[in-house]
Each structure stands twice: as C-alpha cells, then as structure tokens.
C-alpha cells in the first residue's frame, strides 16, 4: 500500500470538517435539539474557528428552548410577543439561511413561526401594536385556515389596514387573484401604502403588469395615494372585473371608492343605452378625479366637450 500523500491528507481533513457539519445540519433538519448539541460540540471541539458554528448554535439553541418550554406555553403580553418575534428575525431566519439548504429554509422557520403563534393565540389586537398579533405569525407559518380564523376574531377587521391586509393575503392564498379582488379593492382604498406593499408579498405576475401598466397610464400625483384609484382604473382597462369589484364594500368617505361605485353604474347605464342619464354621470366622474375621467374618456369614441 502507498503511503498517504500530504495533497491526501489535506483531502481527508477537509472532508472531516464536511462531515461533521453535515452531522449537524441533519439533525438541526430533524429539529432533534440533544443529537444538534452533542453534533455541534464536536464540530466546536475539533474546528473551532469553523465559520458556520455561530449560526448553527442559535438553531441549536431555538430547538433546545422549544423543547424546554413547549410549543403552546402563552405568552405574558404584546411586549413579550415583540420580543420574541424580533429575536425570530433578526437571530433566527438569519442562521437558517446561512446555514441550512436552501429548499428546506422555508419549512424549518414555517415551524418556528407556528409555534410562536400558537404562544400568541390569546393575546388582543392592540391597534397601535398590530404586528404583535398570532394573524401575521400565521401567515408567516403558511397556515391560512389558521391566520383566517385569528383576524375573523378582530372585531370589524375590514375597517382596519392591517388586519385587512391580512386578510387579503390569505383569501389570494386560498381562492386566488379572481376571490382576491374585492379586498384588495377594499385594501386600496383605506390603505394605499398598505395595498402596494402587499403586491410583492403576492408575487401575482398578472396583478403586478396590471399595476406597471397604472404606474405607466394613470394620471395621478406620483405618490402612493394614486393607488387607492386603481380598482376604479381597474373597471375602465378590465371591465370584465365589474362583478367582482362590485363585491367591495363602499367605502363612501372615499373619494376613489365612490368613484368605482360611480363607474360600475357608468358601465351599466352605456350597457342599457341610457344616454341622457350618462352625461351627469360621466361630469360627476370628472368632479372626482380628472385623470381617471381621462382613462376613461380614452377608452369611449365620444369626445368630451
């Protein structure tokens, strides 16, 4: 036999150092927190300098404390639940994805959301707290029947940005952009900034070109308010959505929700062919918001004079 090569040797010991993170990566993904330790502590014991070593302790750590306490122990209050999340975000998903495969970090903190929700489930809507609620948590653990049920017990939830918000996000999760629209609608309307936000979150290819395209067409400030106007410039590009927007509840202190109303009687008066009632409807459209009176007006071979 050959006697082993120093090029060998530096192969062999590189391969240690593999193997044994990968020892503890396998049972970080099994979230088996005794086998974690007692894998990390070798790697530590043997490669002390090894890069990976702090991001897999907090893993390492989050098992052990979920162990220790169990999934289910409430939390005292909203700032307990503030501090807990912001440990999730800011220690947590920051070690999973340094170190974890890429396919299974999703997964592995949906876990970990789960639990701090389940923690959360007896604690209030604070208005001026909302993040700090079980709702989002869910939503972050992808349990939509979950985060369904936390925001159906917000009293008058539709009236409120964030848990509306919510909500619209699991009813696209559920049922798709088509079930989605009348709350998104809703959404623009009482929270613009709320409503732009959310896009990304969706990640909806058909919802995001209809959106560059009212960025690109829609007369408006520039701001992020022009956003509650898009359901209404929804109707004069799609008026095949009239129906499902027509399920929106009004919001008649809003000017761009009345203006969405006032377009979907527009629709049905050219549909009925009623001309003269069509002129004072068309002028109170104007009133309204003079840019989506021009979309509009764009759209129709008469000419306003």
């Given at each position: 036999m050959h006697q082993l090569t120093m090029q060998q040797l530096d192969i062999f010991a590189d391969s240690r150092d593999v193997m044994l993170r990968n020892d503890v990566l396998e049972q970080l993904q099994r979230r088996d927190a005794v086998s974690a330790r007692t894998a990390l502590a070798l790697l530590a014991g043997e490669y002390p300098d090894d890069g990976a070593l702090r991001a897999m302790n907090v893993l390492v750590r989050e098992l052990e404390l979920e162990l220790?306490?169990?999934?289910?122990?409430?939390?005292?209050?909203?700032?307990?639940?503030?501090?807990?999340?912001?440990?999730?975000?800011d220690e947590v998903v920051s070690a999973a994805r340094r170190v974890l495969p890429k396919q299974t970090v999703h997964a592995w903190l949906a876990l970990c959301w789960r639990a701090l929700a389940a923690?959360?489930?007896?604690?209030?809507?604070?208005?001026?707290?909302?993040?700090?609620?079980?709702a989002p948590l869910w939503l972050l653990a992808g349990d939509w029947a979950a985060a369904s049920d936390a925001i159906g017990g917000i009293e008058s939830w539709w009236r409120i940005p964030a848990p509306l918000a919510w909500m619209t996000e699991v009813r696209y999760r559920t049922r798709g952009l088509d079930a989605a629209w009348p709350l998104l609608a809703e959404l623009a309307w009482l929270a613009p900034a709320r409503f732009a936000a959310l896009l990304p979150v969706l990640g909806d290819a058909s919802l995001d070109a209809l959106r560059r395209r009212f960025d690109a067409e829609f007369g408006g400030t520039g701001e992020v308010d022009d956003d509650a106007?898009?359901?209404?410039?929804?109707?004069?590009?799609?008026?095949?959505?009239?129906?499902?927007?027509?399920?929106?509840?009004?919001?008649?202190?809003?000017?761009a929700s009345r203006a969405m109303a006032l377009l979907g009687e527009i629709l049905r008066r050219e549909h009925e062919g009623d001309q003269h009632e069509l002129v004072s409807l068309r002028e109170e459209l104007s009133r309204l918001h003079a840019?989506?009176?021009d979309a509009y007006m764009s759209t129709r071979k008469v000419q306003h004079r």
């Amino acid at each position: 036999m050959h006697q082993l090569t120093m090029q060998q040797l530096d192969i062999f010991a590189d391969s240690r150092d593999v193997m044994l993170r990968n020892d503890v990566l396998e049972q970080l993904q099994r979230r088996d927190a005794v086998s974690a330790r007692t894998a990390l502590a070798l790697l530590a014991g043997e490669y002390p300098d090894d890069g990976a070593l702090r991001a897999m302790n907090v893993l390492v750590r989050e098992l052990e404390l979920e162990l220790g306490r169990g999934s289910t122990a409430p939390l005292a209050d909203h700032a307990a639940l503030a501090i807990a999340r912001r440990h999730l975000e800011d220690e947590v998903v920051s070690a999973a994805r340094r170190v974890l495969p890429k396919q299974t970090v999703h997964a592995w903190l949906a876990l970990c959301w789960r639990a701090l929700a389940a923690r959360a489930a007896t604690l209030a809507f604070c208005g001026a707290d909302a993040g700090n609620h079980a709702a989002p948590l869910w939503l972050l653990a992808g349990d939509w029947a979950a985060a369904s049920d936390a925001i159906g017990g917000i009293e008058s939830w539709w009236r409120i940005p964030a848990p509306l918000a919510w909500m619209t996000e699991v009813r696209y999760r559920t049922r798709g952009l088509d079930a989605a629209w009348p709350l998104l609608a809703e959404l623009a309307w009482l929270a613009p900034a709320r409503f732009a936000a959310l896009l990304p979150v969706l990640g909806d290819a058909s919802l995001d070109a209809l959106r560059r395209r009212f960025d690109a067409e829609f007369g408006g400030t520039g701001e992020v308010d022009d956003d509650a106007w898009f359901p209404a410039w929804l109707l004069v590009v799609k008026p095949a959505l009239a129906g499902r927007l027509g399920e929106a509840r009004v919001q008649r202190e809003q000017a761009a929700s009345r203006a969405m109303a006032l377009l979907g009687e527009i629709l049905r008066r050219e549909h009925e062919g009623d001309q003269h009632e069509l002129v004072s409807l068309r002028e109170e459209l104007s009133r309204l918001h003079a840019g989506l009176f021009d979309a509009y007006m764009s759209t129709r071979k008469v000419q306003h004079r």
